[in-house]
């Protein structure tokens, strides 16, 4: 857990800044609004073409009464458990603390990770305090005044400056420079967006200005992303070309090679109110999908996900019930 600074900044420290990003806001209300208290998930094991009727309690998550997850416990086949995971939230829903236990030197729960979270009254993040099961740190956020994001600083042991992510924007160009520790360059990024602020393209530079990764997306005339290209040190990795139905979900993702073959990489389906009811993926361009098939109630809530793994040959079920307030 020692790169988590630079992990969760890579996936898009922009969005966390304000709390949740938005798919788990969506997620959030839902809860909320079927009243849910608890989903427990089982893991049923097929014999044949039969799942297990006996099968394990995998998880249970609880939420609190604004659909936020409070506590989740998951369980080994055996019914021990193997991790604790416990949040708390201020009154705009924004997460203050996460803490994991686990058990890795001792018989017991012990915490493995935690971490708190603190924002302005603007619910913008000012800073959060680690523990990632070493040692801890912090890290702070700073903001200009118009609320985009300035500079984010991990402090280490000491009080000593480890990283430092600073901000610059010009026009519709974000530029991120990264020093590790304080004043010593280590890479920077360039991310350049269009006028809806759709991201078109994010480069990644090492210390000397080189081009090291670079990600070109394209965008339909709804804003939808249609087209993802990834290039390192300036040759084709991969693009991914990405189809919708008339509700605007993803129905199929296409992945280009860059000696111009092609193959399909995923498929969705969905149902009249819009949830997931099949989804089949490729490992590499293999012949046979790999799928999971899940079954809803009359509200919406997953009742069962019947998932197949190709590779693997491995089919297993998982079916949830459900406690409301």
């Not at 409070?70 to 203050?96: A, C, F, H, P, W």
């Not at 001792?106 to 800073?127: A, C, I, M, W």
């Not at 984010?152 to 009080?159: A, D, E, H, R, W």
């Not at 992945?255 to 109110?273: A, E, L, M, R, V």
């Amino acid at each position: 857990m020692k790169n988590i600074f630079s992990v969760l900044l890579l996936l898009g420290i922009s969005v966390s800044l304000f709390g949740q990003p938005k798919d788990q806001e969506k997620e959030r209300q839902r809860i909320a609004e079927s009243n849910i208290k608890t989903i427990t998930q089982w893991t049923h094991r097929f014999s044949g073409d039969k799942p297990n009727p006996n099968g394990y309690k995998t998880s249970v998550t609880q939420y609190d009464r604004n659909g936020n997850p409070i506590e989740i416990v998951n369980y080994r086949s055996s019914g021990e458990i193997s991790s604790r995971l416990l949040y708390k939230y201020n009154n705009q829903n924004l997460r203050t603390e996460y803490v994991m236990y686990q058990r890795i030197h001792r018989p017991e729960l012990e915490v493995s990770y935690k971490q708190s979270f603190h924002y302005n009254d603007k619910g913008l993040k000012t800073h959060e305090v680690v523990y990632d099961g070493q040692a801890g740190y912090r890290i702070t956020y700073e903001y200009y005044p118009d609320d985009n994001l300035k500079e984010i600083v991990k402090y280490g042991v000491g009080n000593r400056v480890d990283e430092r992510w600073a901000y610059t924007y010009k026009d519709n160009i974000q530029e991120i420079s990264i020093f590790k520790p304080d004043k010593v360059l280590s890479s920077r990024m360039r991310k350049e967006h269009d006028a809806n602020w759709n991201l078109l393209r994010d480069i990644r530079l090492d210390d000397k200005g080189n081009e090291v990764k670079r990600i070109v997306n394209r965008y339909d005339d709804k804003n939808r992303l249609v087209e993802t290209a990834e290039y390192y040190s300036g040759n084709l990795s991969k693009k991914q070309e990405f189809r919708y139905n008339n509700r605007d979900l993803v129905i199929e993702v296409i992945q280009h090679s860059p000696d111009g073959s092609s193959f399909i990489q995923s498929k969705y389906q969905y149902d009249t109110n819009g949830s997931l009811v099949e989804e089949q993926w490729s490992e590499g361009g293999a012949q046979e999908f790999s799928h999971k098939q899940s079954r809803y109630n009359d509200e919406g809530n997953v009742l069962e996900t019947d998932s197949y793994f190709a590779p693997y040959r491995y089919r297993v079920l998982y079916r949830y019930t459900y406690e409301y307030f």
